[in-house]
């Protein structure tokens, strides 16, 4: 039985900064966990704020979305540094250059030597892309090859580790303590990338039948046939851990905290689904009849239908919610503050039948409440949540909230519709929430003003006290700061104060999202200035 596990968390008052790992600068065509993201926790710190949010950093599918992975425990092998492998002796420095990133950047084909002087030229052609957008297409082609030579070279420094004398751990050691550390997902999810890789790409339920159902006859062919493919995924997700841990030591070692963002559902396509599949509601060909999603409402007369394979509940409890336990005892050990997106679905849930071509003919069920959040709550230990609450208010969502005092969220793109009781506006606030400017999936602030006709923007303007559209973006920031949240969090676009061109995501939409990125250079001392003032005129300093 189950112990009662209510949590009492409080946040201090304080802001954070939310930035995708994704979107930061770097040589090679996407952020990583590389320089830029050091020099970004300093920009974090510099502006006296306290927390840096990121979206999930979890391996992506189809559509580049980070709330659609391959696993929920692994992650992106796109925010894996090259110039740090470089440093470890793993790739060469010509090898990297060589490649088209989808950056507009001409690739070189020099010599090491040149490479490592800088004593070359390097050319921009438009028509191979733009520094201020990710190509998902060209990190797909070519990321992965430039990983497996670091992966040939590393099986080297593997090897001989077991033959060489050395002060600490010896490296195949540290390889061999990774996996046992993590053997409850780490083998599961390389098999499914080897395999997925051998059938070319294609969704599991289309592979053969013995590692479709996951035979024992099937499992040995494959371990057997794709040992070299396993062991680089591993190797993938080793690399990307150690660069991810010594990212957040780092962060932590000069007072800033990372919020990191898991989505409630898991992707049909993953290695969850796939190899246990006994907590997801599939049909004995182990396909979805029903799937997840929101109902028609203001935004979509359609809803939104979003195609995640519905937990099954019921099973997940006779397991005393093992997997959900094991997945956010992971985040804790990622995160400092975990944000669960769709809250809601905790609560109950929109279930959508599969062939349906919308999300109108749904209907809601009763999730587990309290009984995952109590184990949530053992499985984070001193570890914090935020709870994005948005969309309909549901009164037992509510309730479960407040027993935990996990904190809601507020967005100020929202707070202009409606009358003085809306939710979202400043003056409604309780202190135990978080507040947006606006949310991935949101225009940015300029590109909402903007792009706005006059009559829309009426209230806004009187609430705000200007008419000046640039500026509104100012009074936003200080209705923010200046409320009674203990918690005030704007992206970067919005500090930068850029149009709807930088914004993440336009739901619904596919081939133009996740794509945003930062210039080397952009965010200076002036930015630096303004977010230090707000912190200190309205109390939210990182001391």
Known sequence: MMKNETKKQTFDRSAGVLMSISSLPSDYGIGTMGKAAYEFADFVRACN????????????????????????????????????????????????????????????????????????????????????????????????????????????????????????????????????????????????????????????SEWDDDIRFRTEEGLKKYRSLLADDIDFWIFVQYEFDKQWQKLKNYVNSIGVEI??????????????????????????????????????????????????????????????????????????????????DHFIGIVKYYTIPADMPDARQGEYCMGPGKKLTDVINRAIGDKKIIAEDLGVSVPEVNELLEENNYPGMKVLEFAFGGDRKNPHLPHNYTQNCVVYGGTHDNETLMGYFIEHPDWELGYAYDYLDTRDKERMVDQVFRAAYGSVANLVIFAVQDILKLGNWARMNTPSTLGTNWKWRMKKGELNDSHIKDMRYLASVFGRENS
Not at 95 to 114: F, Q, R, T, Y
Not at 304 to 323: A, H, I, R, V
């Open 49 to 204: 704020h306290k927390y840096w949010q990121v979206l999930p950093i979890g391996s992506t599918t189809y559509g580049d979305s980070p709330y659609q992975s391959y696993s929920a425990f692994a992650g992106n092998p796109y925010f894996i540094d090259l110039d740090m492998l470089a440093e470890d002796g793993l790739l060469l420095k010509s090898d990297m250059l060589a490649v088209d990133w989808g950056d507009g950047k001409v690739p070189v084909h020099i010599s090491e030597e040149e490479a490592g002087n800088g004593n070359f030229t390097q050319n921009t052609d438009i028509g191979l892309g733009n520094e201020c957008y990710v190509s998902y297409e060209k990190m797909y082609q070519n990321r992965f090859a430039v990983l497996r030579k670091a992966f040939e070279s590393y099986k080297a420094v593997r090897s001989e580790s077991k033959v060489k004398l050395a002060a600490g751990l010896p490296e195949y050691k540290k390889y061999d303590n990774f996996i046992r550390d993590n053997a409850d997902w780490i083998e599961n999810y390389a098999l499914f990338m080897a395999v997925k890789e051998h059938f070319n790409g294609v969704v599991w």
């Open 259 to 340: 919020i990191g963002d898991i989505p409630i559902y898991m992707g049909y396509d993953s290695a969850d689904v796939w190899a246990e599949s006994q907590y997801f509601q599939l049909n004995e060909d182990r396909l979805c009849e029903k799937v997840a999603g929101v109902p028609p409402d203001a935004f979509s007369d359609l809803g939104q239908k979003w195609g995640n394979p519905l937990y099954d509940w019921d099973t997940l409890e006779k397991d005393d919610f093992s997997w959900w336990y094991r997945r956010m005892h992971k985040s804790a050990q990622l995160y400092d503050v975990i944000r669960i």
